[in-house]
């Protein structure tokens, strides 16, 4: 992902980008792969999974004025692991249980488990959406067309 806030020091660009990854992540990826993790530990919620909306803005051209595009459905929550640390979980849609394994992630990040984790899970899931990236530009360059003008001989 492209930085484009370098005021941001490191640790919170690196959690901005995994958090990013587990809101992107098909929802049968990513419980796959939590699936598997065996070492699950204790929490409270601060915030049990709830369903809303948000306002999506876009920008025509992506330099224009902004302009509320539409609404999309979102499911956060919030949770504590008994060390006092605090995960988020924000994605697209209404699964529940994408947004707890996303938020126990996030948490598990900011523990001595991160490395684990980031090998079991993180960079399987940065791997296969690499993949997907690449899959469909290759099907895009497929469909492309270069036109070029040929001198026709009538203009002699």
């Known amino acids: 992902?492209?930085?484009?806030?370098?005021?941001?020091?490191?640790?919170?660009?690196?959690?901005?980008?995994?958090?990013?990854?587990?809101?992107?992540a098909p929802e049968a990826e990513l419980m796959e792969l939590w699936g598997a993790v065996t070492e699950r530990?204790?929490?409270?919620w601060l915030r049990p999974p709830e369903t809303g909306a948000v306002m999506v803005r876009?920008?025509?051209?992506?330099?224009?004025?902004?302009?509320?595009?539409?609404?999309?459905?979102?499911?956060r929550c919030a949770l504590a692991l008994e060390c006092g640390t605090v995960g988020h979980g924000y994605v697209q849609g209404r699964s529940r249980a994408k947004a707890e394994a996303a938020a126990l992630i996030d948490a598990m990040m900011q523990t001595d488990a991160a490395e684990k984790?980031?090998?079991?899970?993180?960079?399987?899931?940065?791997?296969?959406?690499n993949g997907t990236r690449r899959d469909r530009a290759a099907k895009a360059a497929a469909t492309k067309v270069d036109f070029f003008t040929m001198?026709?001989?009538?203009?002699?």
């Open 117 to 129: 984790l980031r090998s079991s899970v993180l960079v399987p899931l940065e791997a296969r959406a």
């Open 41 to 44: 530990p204790a929490f409270d």
């Open 151 to 156: 001198a026709r001989g009538e203009d002699a």
């Open 1 to 24: 992902m492209p930085d484009t806030d370098k005021s941001l020091n490191a640790e919170t660009r690196e959690r901005r980008d995994w958090m990013g990854l587990l809101a992107r």
């Open 58 to 75: 876009g920008r025509a051209g992506a330099t224009g004025s902004a302009f509320n595009l539409g609404e999309m459905t979102v499911t």
